[in-house]
């Protein structure tokens, strides 16, 4: 059983930056971000495949990065420009599908407990 434990959230003010991690207990293939805001379902963030392709919710481009340190199993979304509707907790997930699952939710096995984002006007 894969153990996923997400750290950096926080409250920032918009325009700020946070960066959060996520620490697997073991090595697991493919890794994502989700979050979900109070009141919405969960929506996808960013999905890793490797250093040359990932894959954001197309709104998140330009803003979220996703990285990822193999020797650590360690994921990491750092987020630039936060804006208030980018409240919401953060999770970790991943996958030991056959193929990437990209930011299909239904294909990821393990999560983490989440970590809460709030940003401020």
């Known amino acids: 059983q894969v153990q996923l434990v997400e750290s950096g959230g926080g409250s920032v003010q918009a325009g700020g930056s946070l960066r959060l991690s996520c620490a697997a207990s073991?090595?697991?293939?493919?890794m994502a971000w989700f979050r979900q805001a109070p009141g919405k379902e969960r929506e996808g963030v960013a999905a890793w495949r490797s250093s040359s392709l990932t894959v954001y919710e197309d709104s998140l481009k330009g803003r979220f990065t996703v990285s990822r340190d193999n020797t650590e199993n360690t994921l990491y979304l750092q987020m630039n420009n936060l804006r208030p509707e980018d409240t919401a907790m953060y999770y970790c997930?991943?996958?030991?599908?056959?193929?990437?699952?990209?930011?299909?939710?239904?294909?990821?096995?393990?999560w983490g407990q989440g970590t809460q984002v709030t940003v401020s006007s």
């Open positions: 997930a991943a996958s030991s599908a056959g193929s990437f699952p990209g930011l299909s939710e239904a294909s990821y096995h393990y």
């Open positions: 073991e090595y697991i293939y493919w």
